[in-house]
C-alpha cells in the first residue's frame, strides 16, 4: 500500500483504543459514499506537467491494490485526467472486473477510471480503498452500471451508494489492522512473484549448462523423426467445423485457446459438441496426458488433457496437441517446463507475429528449437522444479487465504 505507514504514524493515539471493539456499529452513522468521498476530475497536459507515465484500465490488476503496471507517456497516450500519489483508483468500465487501485505515482489515467479521495476529513484517507474493496461497493456499482457491451457505472450512481461511517477512532483502528494485512498480503505477492521467477531462471541456467555438452534432440522436427512425439496436429476442421448452432450442454469438450488457463484445461469452460459430431471430424483428437499449445490468436498457453477424460477432446484451429510416444526419452513434465520457459515463450511469440494476425502453424512449429537433455537430466531437472512448484503452492494458498481476511474485514465496513 502507498503511505499507509507515515499517514498512521501521525494519527494520534488514542488510549482508548485498547478498550473499544473494532466494529460496534453502535456510533456508526448512515452516510452516502459522494457525501464524504469525491471524484477528482483534474486535466493536465502531461508533458507540461513533467508527467512521465499513463495508466489504463488494462494496468489495473483485480483484487490488488498496487499499480505495478502503467504505459510511458513518451510512447503516446491522449489520456489528460491526472491522479495523484495516493489517491484511489477506481475501474467504472465492467466493474465486476473489480479493479481497485492506490496510484503508486502521479499519472494521468484512463476516462475510464475515477480518481477518489475523503471530501472532507470526516472519512480517514485509508480506509478508503478497502471500502472500494468490499462485495457490497462492487454490487452497488455493477446494479448500477449501463451498456450492454461495455457497461459503465456513472458517479451520481456510484456516489448514491449508503453504508454506515464509524467514527475517526475506529475508522483509524480499522485502517491500521487493514494496513497490516495488506502490507503481509503485498510481501506474501512478492515473494510468489519471486518464487515464479526463480523458477524460470533455474530451468534456463539448468538447459543453458547442458546445450554447452551433449543435448539429445533440438528441435521438435527431431523428436518427430526420431519417433518420441507424433507429428504435432492442430484441430482445423476446414468446412467440417463444428458452429455455435452444434454446441451442446452434455458432449465432447471443443477445446479452445482461452479454455487453458493456469497451465490447466478448464473443462467447465469448454463448448461441447455431440460425441456424433466429433467423431466425423478428421483430426484434431486429443487424449488424456497429451500437451496443449495454443498456437493462434493467444500464442503460448500450455496444459495438459487431464486423466480424467474419458476418451478425448476435440481441439479447434488455435489449439496444438504434443503426443510423446516414447518417454523413456522424453518425460512430460519436462516437455511441460520447456514449453512455459520464458524463452520457448519469447521464441514462439516472435516467430507467431511473423503472420498477419498472431499465428503459428503446424508445419512451422516443427520448426521451433527445443532443448531436450538426457533423461536423467531430465528426471533431475524435474525433481527440482516439483520441488519448487509445492513452495509456490504454499504461497499461492497463503495468499489466498490473507486476500480472503482481508476482504472478510473489508466488507465489514459496507
Known amino acids: 500500500m502507498n503511505a499507509p505507514i507515515s499517514t498512521l504514524a501521525e494519527l494520534r493515539v488514542n488510549p ?75 475501474g467504472k468500465r465492467r466493474a465486476y472486473q473489480r479493479k481497485v487501485a492506490i496510484a503508486g505515482f502521479d499519472s494521468v489515467v484512463s476516462g475510464d477510471i475515477y480518481v477518489l479521495a475523503p471530501k472532507s476529513d470526516r472519512l480517514v484517507p485509508d480506509l478508503l480503498p478497502f471500502l472500494c474493496q468490499s462485495d457490497r461497493f462492487f454490487r452497488h456499482a455493477v446494479g448500477t452500471s449501463a451498456g450492454s457491451l461495455s457497461p459503465r457505472t456513472n458517479w451520481s450512481s456510484l456516489g448514491s451508494f449508503e453504508f454506515d461511517l464509524p467514527p475517526l477512532d475506529q475508522q483509524r483502528r480499522i485502517a491500521q489492522l487493514l494496513c497490516a494485512i495488506e502490507t503481509l498480503q503485498s510481501a506474501t505477492e512478492s515473494t510468489l512473484a519471486e518464487s515464479r521467477a526463480y523458477r524460470d531462471s533455474y530451468l534456463s541456467h539448468s538447459l543453458e549448462e547442458l546445450a554447452a555438452s551433449i543435448l539429445r534432440y533440438r528441435s521438435i522436427r527431431e523428436l518427430v523423426d526420431a519417433s518420441v512425439i507424433d507429428p504435432p496436429q492442430d484441430g482445423n476442421h476446414g468446412e467440417l467445423h463444428p458452429t455455435s448452432k452444434d454446441y451442446v450442454n452434455d458432449g465432447v469438450p471443443f477445446v479452445m485457446a482461452n479454455d487453458l488457463r493456469d497451465g490447466k484445461l478448464q473443462l467447465e469452460t469448454c463448448k461441447r459438441i455431440p460425441a456424433s459430431v466429433a467423431r466425423g471430424l478428421r483430426i484434431g483428437f486429443a487424449r488424456p496426458g497429451d500437451i496443449l499449445l495454443s498456437h493462434k490468436g493467444t500464442i503460448g498457453l500450455v496444459a495438459v488433457v487431464p486423466d480424467s477424460v474419458s476418451e478425448f477432446v476435440m481441439l479447434t484451429p488455435q489449439v496444438t496437441y504434443y503426443r510423446i510416444t516414447d518417454s523413456s526419452k522424453l518425460l512430460r513434465e519436462f516437455m511441460v517446463a520447456m514449453f512455459s520457459s520464458s524463452k520457448f515463450q519469447r521464441i514462439l511469440k516472435t516467430r507467431a507475429k511473423q503472420s498477419t494476425r498472431d499465428y503459428i502453424g503446424v508445419t512451422a512449429q516443427r520448426e521451433l528449437p527445443v532443448q531436450i537433455p538426457k533423461r536423467d537430466d531430465q528426471v533431475r531437472i524435474v525433481g527440482e522444479l516439483r520441488a519448487i512448484d509445492t513452495a509456490i503452492a504454499h504461497l499461492e494458498h497463503e495468499s489466498i487465504s490473507i486476500a480472503t481476511i482481508m476482504l472478510t474485514f473489508a466488507n465489514r465496513l459496507s
Open 16 to 90: 482508548d483504543w485498547a478498550k473499544l471493539p473494532l466494529f460496534d456499529r453502535t456510533k456508526w452513522q448512515r452516510v452516502r459514499f459522494g457525501d464524504v468521498v469525491e471524484n477528482l476530475n483534474e486535466t493536465c497536459d502531461s508533458r507540461e506537467a513533467g508527467i512521465e507515465r499513463y495508466i489504463g484500465l488494462e494496468h489495473l490488476e483485480p483484487g490488488s491494490l498496487h499499480t505495478r503496471k502503467w504505459g510511458n507517456v513518451a510512447d503516446g497516450t491522449t489520456f489528460t485526467r491526472r491522479a495523484s500519489s495516493g489517491q484511489v483508483l477506481f
